[in-house]
């Protein structure tokens, strides 16, 4: 069977970082209150210079390094981004172009921190299809373009980077195939204003800033995680303990420890970077994903399961062999 293969991965985070006890000088929080709340510590902030296209540009980079190919090979990229460049052309055009692989597909997908899964699940389909041969996959985001500094419900939870993958189309025989076993798409309309951003420019004709229901979106976040991971594994016949790594969404720690306690999953299989990097929307699956890669962790043969819940609500997960 044709399979999308993953080959290499990579991230990219802007120069600054940005501590919660800096940020409580701008702030009316502390690092206990962020902390005790969210689990997060740090995260990165993009300068002036650092745009969505850069950080994914840079993230390719290294996803392609690691794959050991030339770019000039690659005929699908995907972004997944909810903070473009642009309001158009596509960032991913202009990766394409800084790449120098102008030949073949390159557009955004926006389904904000779902949205690496969403890009992944098209990339995945298009190869199999046989519409291309090999994908580049990138979550990238400057949400802290868009966060309202003044609201620490929320300016505290997200932060800036990007991460990419590389994926090959083969052909997999055997019991244990790499490549992506199974994908797991949905979204509710219905929740939009529970997690959402109050511009537009079909609205207000400007940017807009984030704005949460932090409680609501928690509670759908760890019924949503849960039950779209059983729908995969269903589909594969598999179980929870079949999984060797869980890389979830970097949302928060209190929704990835209330997850794994509904799916009486082990903590240690879980893949967890939220401290480091906060919520990096569409970049937070690639971005862990790439962390567990590079530090040993997620090896070649691994069963690693990808999840996320942004907002619309959209969610997903997907199953692979690495």
């Known amino acids: 069977m044709r399979r999308a293969v993953m080959i290499g991965t990579g991230s990219a985070l802007p120069r600054r970082a940005l501590g919660n006890a800096e940020l409580a000088k701008q702030v009316d929080t502390s690092d206990e209150w962020i902390v005790e709340r969210t689990g997060i510590r740090n995260r990165y902030i993009a300068g002036p210079d650092e745009t969505t296209s850069s950080l994914a540009t840079a993230a390719s980079r290294a ?114 195939p790499r490549g992506i076993l199974a994908s797991k798409l949905h979204a509710d309309g219905e929740y939009n204003q529970l997690l959402y951003v109050d511009g537009g420019p079909s609205t207000t004709q400007t940017v807009g800033k984030v704005r949460m229901k932090g409680p609501e979106v928690f509670r759908h976040a760890v019924v949503n995680l849960s039950e779209v991971l059983g729908e995969v594994l269903d589909e594969v016949g598999l179980q929870i303990d079949d999984i060797d790594w869980l890389v979830p969404h970097q949302a928060n720690a209190r929704i990835l420890e209330a997850t794994a306690r ?12 939220v401290d480091q990097h906060a919520n990096t929307s569409a970049a937070s699956v690639p971005l862990a994903l790439d962390a567990a890669v590079c530090d040993g962790r997620i090896k070649q043969g691994d069963l690693v399961m990808l999840e996320a819940m942004g907002g619309g609500f959209t969610w997903g997960a997907s199953l692979l062999r690495v």
Request: hydrophobic share 45%; aromatic share 6%.
């Open 63 to 176: 996803a392609i390094k690691a794959a050991g190919i030339e770019a000039e090979s690659i005929d699908l990229i995907v972004l997944a981004t909810a903070t473009p460049d642009q309001t158009f052309p596509a960032s991913a055009t202009i990766v394409q172009h800084e790449l120098g692989c102008n030949r073949g597909i390159a557009f955004d997908v926006a389904a904000v921190c779902s949205g690496f899964l969403y890009a992944l699940g098209v990339a995945d389909a298009m190869l199999r299809a046989g519409s291309a041969n090999r994908a580049l996959v990138i979550g990238s985001e400057t949400f802290s373009r868009i966060l309202d500094w003044e609201d620490r419900s929320t300016c505290v939870l997200f932060g800036d980077g990007a991460g990419a993958i590389v994926l090959d189309a083969r052909e997999e025989t055997g019991e244990s």
């Open 262 to 273: 509904k799916l009486k999953m082990p903590r240690e299989k879980i893949i967890m970077t």
